[in-house]
């Protein structure tokens, strides 16, 4: 126990055990248990749950959600001892769950339906506690139900409440409420021994006493405060219920003892995940842990003569909204609990069941703010409808029951949004024509069999097809068998063809790869320089957007390995950050590269260029960049060793640009902007005005030259027009001493 959070864990152990303290009076009396077994269950639910369990917020004990099925099974046994031994077998079955590691049903609750929960339960404790804020505290509470036993709901009870208002209770229960609000806007904020809650406990028990002393008409009475059963000391034995060991072989006893093992289990696990999401620090509890320790306490609870127990939403929100640290404030309030029983009660029966109320009203509001149903409402139907109807459940029926109703939501809306929408579809050009790419999602179901099927069959005569099943580790065998049906008949009859890449193993089909996206000599020679111009914008495109193509990498190295038909050749920085095949998105045999530092031409590159062209390339690109390094050591000056051959040419284009010697020291971005985009315009001059081969290339159209400019911050390519006649005769003009 670290001393150092003590200072948060005890004021907040204090809080919890005086919630917990009438709630598991409640409980058990709402069970039809002894009392004194509902103030056992959260002893054990404190110190035993609380020292085995992992969660630093998670606080255990009876749960009202358990009530009802204690109570009918209590009927159904025929007595509390048998219960006892149903207990210790549903805690004997969490630790077994535990161990064989169960707890991951927890991954697949909804987060709505999470936050749908706690909504409920905020709304619950605020409806729940009002009747206690104006001083009806009946004996007999039901807990988080909506119908009770004596026959009225919720909301009667609130109507009931006001014929018997007491005044004393309404006071204390407002002021309560107005201490709480307003306390963070106090410098009590930060008097860290003293939270609010525990304040207004004391505030409680200290106006009452003032009623009782100067103005007893608003005194409350013995009715309206805590009531702790007196315990006597020297024989602690006669409240201490057993099991009946010998009826383990009552086939009732079982039927019990797996209920309540499924039900306890269940609000365990959804409790811990609504909790992790309050806690502020967003810490994990590990649901098999959870279990074991859920299990431990159950079967001491089973052999203590207690009811069962889980992880409470009520007292762990309390728990986190008093400013807990570690798990010791659960441990403590176990403590506190037994320290009550023994010597405490004279003084705990001081405080009114109203300030007890506004705490917890004030817990309700934090639960369920307006805040929270405009964020789900933001989310979208398929969001706020399973949450909606999840708090509409719960306040209606109760705990258990309304969260199963939200689960059904929740999956009915999955289902839909599976069935409506199994993949993603894209169609995107590449040089061997359009492509259609579907992707499977992670699970393909038989739900999914109509829509893909009506999807591959409505693709076009001739398509190229491609299903990427990479990210699906279930596929439906009746989704496979739809798939080898369009390849094997309806695709072989309208010449399309399919590609299946990404399926396991166990799903794999044969002949998956019936096109590579490789060029071959006819697609090459059809292609006219502006079309390969287009096709590098769309791959720079898909490069920028995160949705790069299969490349097929080992099937294009046999396809290439003959001959290669590339569709450009590209005059490339050397710059790590700038590879052409990477942002242009292309495969093997697509581009010839050639890479110099600065872009510069020079004679080798000229003989290189109309080796592209022979090799039947329809394009040049001159790529520069942004941030190049060659530019900026021009704009220095540095001509050290063989780095004049490269900065000399660019030298160039500083003095076209007419940079100041301020602007060459600033070596701002605009000025290198500039600097980059002229350096680019003089290769193409160059190219034009050095090579008689490829400028009669240019001015038949068998070929083009474009510049272009990279911005590697973004990724984006700028490019700009072909050169054209007008643009060949003006670099002749401008540039021929250049090329002599």
Same mark, same amino acid.
């Given at each position: 126990?670290?001393?150092?959070?003590?200072?948060?864990?005890?004021?907040?152990?204090?809080?919890?055990?005086?919630?917990?303290?009438?709630?598991?009076?409640?409980?058990?009396?709402?069970?039809?248990?002894?009392?004194?077994?509902?103030?056992?269950?959260?002893?054990?639910?404190?110190?035993?749950?609380?020292?085995?369990?992992?969660?630093?917020?998670?606080?255990?004990?009876?749960?009202?959600?358990?009530?009802?099925?204690?109570?009918?099974?209590?009927?159904?046994?025929?007595?509390?001892?048998?219960?006892?031994?149903?207990?210790?077998?549903?805690?004997?079955?969490?630790?077994?769950?535990?161990?064989?590691?169960?707890?991951?049903?927890?991954?697949?609750?909804?987060?709505?339906?999470?936050?749908?929960?706690?909504?409920?339960?905020?709304?619950?404790?605020?409806?729940?506690?009002?009747?206690?804020?104006?001083?009806?505290?009946?004996?007999?509470?039901?807990?988080?139900?909506?119908?009770?036993?004596?026959?009225?709901?919720?909301?009667?009870?609130?109507?009931?409440?006001?014929?018997?208002?007491?005044?004393?209770?309404?006071?204390?229960?407002?002021?309560?409420?107005?201490?709480?609000?307003?306390?963070?806007?106090?410098?009590?904020?930060?008097?860290?021994?003293?939270?609010?809650?525990?304040?207004?406990?004391?505030?409680?028990?200290?106006?009452?006493?003032?009623?009782?002393?100067?103005?007893?008409?608003?005194?409350?009475?013995?009715?309206?405060?805590?009531?702790?059963?007196?315990?006597?000391?020297?024989?602690?034995?006669?409240?201490?219920?057993?099991?009946?060991?010998?009826?383990?072989?009552?086939?009732?006893?079982?039927?019990?003892?797996?209920?309540?093992?499924?039900?306890?289990?269940?609000?365990?696990?959804?409790?811990?995940?609504?909790?992790?999401?309050?806690?502020?620090?967003?810490?994990?509890?590990?649901?098999?842990?959870?279990?074991?320790?859920?299990?431990?306490?159950?079967?001491? !609870?089973? #052999?203590? /003569?207690?009811?069962?127990?889980? *992880? %409470?939403? @009520?007292? &762990?929100? =309390?728990?986190?909204?008093?400013?807990?640290?570690?798990?010791?404030? !659960?441990? #403590?309030? /176990?403590?506190?609990?037994?320290? *009550? %029983?023994? @010597?405490? &009660?004279? =003084?705990?029966?001081?405080?009114?069941?109203?300030?007890?109320?506004?705490?917890?009203?004030?817990?309700?509001?934090?639960?369920?703010? %307006?805040?929270?149903?405009?964020?789900?409402?933001?989310?979208?139907?398929?969001?706020?409808?399973?949450?909606?109807?999840?708090?509409?459940?719960?306040?209606?029926?109760?705990?258990?029951?309304?969260?199963?109703?939200?689960?059904?939501?929740?999956?009915?809306?999955?289902?839909?949004?599976?069935?409506?929408?199994?993949?993603?579809?894209?169609?995107?050009?590449?040089?061997?024509?359009?492509?259609?790419?579907?992707?499977?999602?992670?699970?393909?179901?038989?739900?999914?069999?109509?829509?893909?099927?009506?999807?591959?069959?409505?693709?076009?005569?001739?398509?190229?097809?491609?299903?990427?099943?990479?990210?699906?580790?279930?596929?439906?065998?009746?989704?496979?068998?739809?798939?080898?049906?369009?390849?094997?008949?309806?695709?072989?009859?309208?010449?399309?063809?399919?590609?299946?890449?990404?399926?396991?193993?166990?799903?794999?089909?044969?002949?998956?790869?019936?096109?590579?996206?490789?060029?071959?000599?006819?697609?090459?020679?059809?292609?006219?320089?502006?079309?390969?111009?287009?096709?590098?914008?769309?791959?720079?495109?898909?490069?920028?957007?995160?949705?790069?193509?299969?490349?097929?990498?080992?099937?294009?190295?046999?396809?290439?390995?003959?001959?290669?038909?590339?569709?450009?050749?590209?005059?490339?920085?050397?710059?790590?950050?700038?590879?052409?095949?990477?942002?242009?998105?292309?495969?093997?045999?697509?581009?010839?590269?050639?890479?110099?530092?600065?872009?510069?031409?020079?004679?080798?590159?000229?003989?290189?260029?109309?080796?592209?062209?022979?090799?039947?390339?329809?394009?040049?690109?001159?790529?520069?960049?942004?941030?190049?390094?060659?530019?900026?050591?021009?704009?220095?000056?540095?001509?050290?060793?063989?780095?004049?051959?490269?900065?000399?040419?660019?030298?160039?284009?500083?003095?076209?640009?007419?940079?100041?010697?301020?602007?060459?020291?600033?070596?701002?971005?605009?000025?290198?902007?500039?600097?980059?985009?002229?350096?680019?315009?003089?290769?193409?001059?160059?190219?034009?005005?050095?090579?008689?081969?490829?400028?009669?290339?240019?001015?038949?159209?068998?070929?083009?030259?474009?510049?272009?400019?990279?911005?590697?911050?973004?990724?984006?390519?700028?490019?700009?027009?072909?050169?054209?006649?007008?643009?060949?005769?003006?670099?002749?003009?401008?540039?021929?001493?250049?090329?002599?």
């Amino acid at each position: 126990m670290n001393i150092q959070n003590l200072k948060y864990d005890l004021p907040a152990s204090i809080v919890v055990f005086l919630v917990a303290l009438p709630l598991c009076l409640g409980v058990a009396l709402a069970s039809g248990a002894p009392l004194i077994s509902g103030i056992i269950a959260g002893i054990i639910g404190g110190i035993v749950v609380g020292i085995i369990s992992k969660s630093q917020t998670s606080v255990s004990g009876p749960a009202a959600g358990l009530a009802a099925v204690i109570l009918a099974s209590i009927t159904k046994l025929g007595s509390f001892e048998l219960l006892l031994t149903a207990v210790l077998i549903a805690g004997c079955l969490q630790l077994a769950m535990g161990i064989f590691r169960a707890g991951f049903i927890a991954n697949y609750i909804p987060s709505n339906v999470i936050k749908g929960l706690l909504a409920a339960i905020g709304i619950l404790l605020i409806l729940k506690q009002i009747p206690h804020a104006i001083g009806y505290d009946k004996q007999n509470d039901d807990g988080f139900s909506f119908i009770q036993a004596n026959g009225e709901n919720t909301f009667s009870d609130i109507i009931r409440a006001f014929d018997v208002l007491t005044p004393g209770a309404v006071v204390i229960a407002v002021l309560s409420v107005l201490v709480l609000y307003c306390w963070d806007k106090t410098p009590l904020k930060n008097v860290k021994l003293l939270p609010a809650s525990l304040f207004v406990v004391v505030l409680g028990v200290l106006l009452n006493l003032f009623f009782a002393h100067s103005i007893p008409w608003l005194a409350i009475g013995n009715d309206h405060l805590v009531h702790l059963p007196p315990i006597d000391t020297s024989n602690l034995g006669a409240y201490l219920h057993l099991p009946t060991l010998g009826h383990f072989t009552n086939g009732d006893v079982w039927v019990v003892g797996i209920t309540i093992a499924i039900v306890a289990s269940l609000e365990t696990l959804l409790n811990i995940e609504a909790v992790d999401k309050l806690d502020p620090h967003k810490r994990e509890t590990p649901p098999n842990r959870e279990l074991l320790a859920q299990g431990v306490g159950n079967i001491c !609870a089973g #052999l203590f /003569g207690a009811i069962p127990v889980t *992880s %409470v939403i @009520v007292r &762990s929100s =309390v728990n986190i909204q008093t400013g807990n640290k570690t798990k010791a404030s !659960a441990i #403590l309030h /176990g403590v506190f609990m037994l320290a *009550s %029983v023994l @010597v405490l &009660s004279p =003084v705990l029966n001081l405080i009114p069941l109203a300030a007890l109320a506004a705490i917890l009203i004030m817990t309700g509001y934090k639960l369920a703010k %307006v805040s929270l149903f405009r964020e789900m409402y933001r989310k979208g139907w398929s969001q706020f409808l399973p949450f909606a109807i999840t708090v509409v459940a719960i306040v209606f029926t109760d705990l258990l029951t309304g969260v199963l109703i939200g689960l059904a939501t929740s999956m009915f809306y999955l289902a839909r949004s599976n069935f409506r929408n199994p993949y993603s579809l894209e169609q995107y050009r590449l040089h061997i024509g359009e492509v259609i790419k579907m992707v499977l999602p992670n699970q393909v179901s038989f739900l999914n069999k109509a829509t893909i099927k009506t999807a591959l069959w409505e693709t076009p005569n001739g398509s190229k097809v491609l299903i990427d099943a990479s990210n699906a580790d279930f596929i439906d065998h009746d989704v496979l068998e739809t798939i080898q049906d369009f390849r094997d008949v309806v695709a072989a009859e309208r010449n399309v063809q399919l590609n299946v890449i990404g399926l396991r193993e166990k799903y794999s089909l044969s002949d998956p790869i019936q096109f590579v996206t490789v060029l071959d000599k006819e697609t090459q020679k059809r292609l006219r320089p502006e079309e390969v111009l287009q096709l590098l914008r769309d791959g720079n495109q898909r490069f920028f957007e995160g949705r790069c193509t299969e490349k097929y990498y080992h099937h294009q190295v046999g396809a290439t390995a003959a001959s290669q038909h590339p569709m450009a050749v590209v005059v490339n920085c050397i710059d790590s950050r700038t590879s052409p095949e990477v942002i242009f998105d292309a495969g093997l045999g697509d581009l010839l590269t050639i890479r110099i530092a600065g872009n510069i031409i020079s004679r080798e590159i000229i003989g290189s260029l109309e080796i592209a062209s022979k090799l039947g390339a329809k394009l040049i690109v001159v790529k520069g960049h942004s941030n190049c390094g060659a530019i900026g050591l021009a704009m220095k000056g540095e001509q050290a060793h063989s780095i004049g051959a490269i900065t000399g040419k660019i030298e160039l284009a500083i003095r076209q640009c007419q940079c100041s010697a301020h602007d060459i020291a600033a070596g701002e971005k605009a000025v290198l902007e500039k600097v980059a985009l002229q350096n680019v315009e003089n290769s193409l001059a160059e190219i034009v005005n050095s090579s008689e081969y490829l400028r009669g290339c240019l001015q038949r159209g068998e070929i083009g030259l474009v510049g272009a400019y990279h911005d590697i911050a973004v990724g984006k390519v700028q490019f700009g027009e072909l050169v054209t006649d007008e643009k060949i005769a003006l670099f002749r003009r401008l540039h021929a001493p250049a090329a002599a």
